[in-house]
């Protein structure tokens, strides 16, 4: 390839910190996304009653999810993929080449393919919301880390104001969200049959939900968050606090206090919602959504801390390469545990749509995670790229659609 003509990062340039922190979000985001492959109900990590059993060993499950892992990992992604904006753009400057084009063209196809993804395969779909705050954050991208934070906790203010002022008639914000929130039980089994029938039957119910989270969803919620973290990643790329780079006192300050204020918020969230019998007006309007929402981040900031003393002491041990390897091929494993979960869940594979415990859930996640660390170094040590990253870096990187070169071994 021309000298002159923008690349893609070879595998040897790459930040193994990141690739780490990367990995452990990726896996981290099945633990609640498995709840929304395998049970009706648009809101059902809001309002565990509305479907499914929610006692002893399925309310420690929902329990241990909400408290570990709601809200928490996508803090971590989100953030992430702020700093490789910054550093996509870092690398093409230091080359004498514009990072303007590359980067929207890049965002352009990570949109296309999210909507892909959302109306062919999954309503839950993460990658247009990141595309869209992508073309946004990028002019935030050579402001001061601390005014990025400002900026960031501005944004992520947003659906938290919302949230909790939005509603000025209490009354009908409920009844907004009501039938999503306890749909009868007519509507369930409409779900149910959609899911559990073909590809082409589950389009009624993908389709629809798909529409209400690029609107809704998007609008009050996701592209702020989004956005928000975006620049708080930015900020913790340029203080060296994402890559491995601060001491490892600094770290373990972040686990200390990300934890113990995180993990007690999030615990009397899941708490005072079940004592409230997740109540619309307190768990989506009102303070039961607020002490998640919050304390997410607080625990997302210690578990980063955490990875980044683990990265620096070795504490991983083998298994860094591993998650390193997982997240090279983040998109790739994003996508394939749609692929998994749809094959498991929806008609066209098992149509185990609606039947599989909280519990049993967990026992997926596990064994999806093991088989995704296993193969993403053996596919590594034979192809540069993941086939979901070779596309989307050959759709950007390659003018005229000349083929990318995605052979060799990694580092």
């Given at each position: 390839?021309?000298?002159?003509?923008?690349?893609?990062?070879?595998?040897?340039?790459?930040?193994?910190?990141?690739?780490?922190?990367?990995?452990?979000?990726?896996?981290?985001?099945?633990?609640?996304?498995?709840q929304l492959f395998a049970m009706p109900v648009q809101f059902i990590t809001f309002n565990p009653l509305a479907y499914g059993d929610l006692t002893g060993i399925n309310l420690a499950v929902w329990s241990l999810s909400h408290i570990f892992a709601d809200q928490k990992f996508m803090t971590i992604f989100s953030p992430l993929f702020g700093a490789s904006i910054l550093l996509l753009a870092e690398r093409l400057e230091a080359r004498g080449q514009s990072a303007r084009g590359i980067h929207y063209r890049r965002n352009v196809w990570l949109l296309l393919f999210g909507l892909a993804h959302g109306f062919l395969l999954w309503n839950g779909d993460i990658l247009?919301?990141?595309?869209?705050?992508?073309?946004?954050?990028?002019?935030?991208?050579?402001?001061?880390?601390?005014?990025?934070?400002?900026?960031?906790?501005?944004?992520?203010?947003?659906?938290?104001?919302?949230?909790?002022?939005?509603?000025?008639?209490?009354?009908?914000?409920?009844?907004?969200?009501?039938?999503?929130?306890?749909?009868?039980?007519?509507?369930?089994?409409?779900?149910?049959?959609?899911?559990?029938?073909?590809?082409?039957?589950?389009?009624?119910?993908?389709?629809?939900?798909?529409?209400?989270?690029?609107?809704?969803?998007?609008?009050?919620?996701?592209?702020?968050?989004?956005?928000?973290?975006?620049?708080?990643?930015?900020?913790?790329?340029?203080?060296?606090?994402?890559?491995?780079?601060?001491?490892?006192?600094?770290?373990?300050?972040?686990?200390?206090?990300?934890?113990?204020?995180?993990?007690?918020?999030?615990?009397?969230?899941?708490?005072?919602?079940?004592?409230?019998?997740?109540?619309?007006?307190?768990?989506?309007?009102?303070?039961?959504?607020?002490?998640?929402?919050?304390?997410?981040?607080?625990?997302?900031?210690?578990?980063?801390?955490?990875?980044?003393?683990?990265?620096?002491?070795?504490?991983?041990?083998?298994?860094?390469?591993?998650?390193?390897?997982?997240?090279?091929?983040?998109?790739?494993?994003?996508?394939?545990?749609?692929?998994?979960?749809?094959?498991?869940?929806?008609?066209?594979?098992?149509?185990?749509?609606?039947?599989?415990?909280?519990?049993?859930?967990?026992?997926?996640?596990?064994?999806?995670?093991?088989?995704?660390?296993?193969?993403?170094?053996?596919?590594?040590?034979?192809?540069?790229?993941?086939?979901?990253?070779?596309?989307?870096?050959?759709?950007?990187?390659?003018?005229?659609?000349?083929?990318?070169?995605?052979?060799?071994?990694?580092?």
């Amino acid at each position: 390839m021309n000298a002159a003509q923008p690349s893609p990062v070879a595998p040897g340039q790459r930040i193994v910190a990141l690739d780490v922190l990367r990995g452990f979000a990726l896996l981290g985001i099945l633990v609640m996304n498995i709840q929304l492959f395998a049970m009706p109900v648009q809101f059902i990590t809001f309002n565990p009653l509305a479907y499914g059993d929610l006692t002893g060993i399925n309310l420690a499950v929902w329990s241990l999810s909400h408290i570990f892992a709601d809200q928490k990992f996508m803090t971590i992604f989100s953030p992430l993929f702020g700093a490789s904006i910054l550093l996509l753009a870092e690398r093409l400057e230091a080359r004498g080449q514009s990072a303007r084009g590359i980067h929207y063209r890049r965002n352009v196809w990570l949109l296309l393919f999210g909507l892909a993804h959302g109306f062919l395969l999954w309503n839950g779909d993460i990658l247009v919301p990141y595309a869209l705050a992508g073309f946004v954050v990028f002019r935030f991208r050579n402001m001061r880390p601390r005014r990025l934070v400002i900026l960031g906790l501005v944004l992520l203010l947003v659906p938290a104001a919302l949230t909790l002022l939005g509603p000025l008639s209490p009354e009908d914000a409920v009844a907004a969200v009501r039938s999503d929130w306890s749909p009868s039980a007519s509507k369930i089994n409409e779900e149910l049959a959609a899911y559990r029938g073909g590809w082409l039957e589950q389009m009624s119910a993908r389709v629809p939900g798909e529409i209400e989270g690029l609107t809704g969803g998007l609008l009050f919620w996701a592209f702020w968050r989004a956005a928000g973290l975006m620049l708080l990643g930015m900020a913790g790329y340029k203080w060296g606090v994402l890559t491995a780079q601060r001491s490892g006192r600094f770290y373990a300050g972040m686990v200390l206090i990300g934890l113990s204020i995180g993990l007690p918020l999030a615990t009397l969230s899941a708490w005072t919602n079940y004592a409230n019998g997740f109540a619309p007006t307190y768990s989506l309007f009102g303070v039961g959504f607020q002490l998640n929402y919050w304390g997410s981040i607080f625990v997302s900031s210690g578990y980063i801390g955490l990875v980044m003393l683990a990265t620096q002491r070795g504490w991983f041990g083998r298994i860094e390469g591993r998650l390193a390897a997982v997240g090279r091929t983040a998109l790739t494993n994003y996508l394939l545990h749609t692929v998994i979960c749809t094959t498991i869940f929806y008609g066209h594979g098992l149509g185990l749509y609606g039947s599989v415990e909280r519990w049993h859930q967990v026992l997926i996640v596990v064994g999806i995670g093991v088989v995704q660390l296993a193969v993403a170094p053996l596919w590594l040590a034979r192809f540069r790229f993941g086939p979901c990253e070779w596309l989307w870096r050959a759709l950007t990187y390659a003018p005229g659609w000349r083929v990318l070169a995605w052979r060799g071994q990694g580092p």
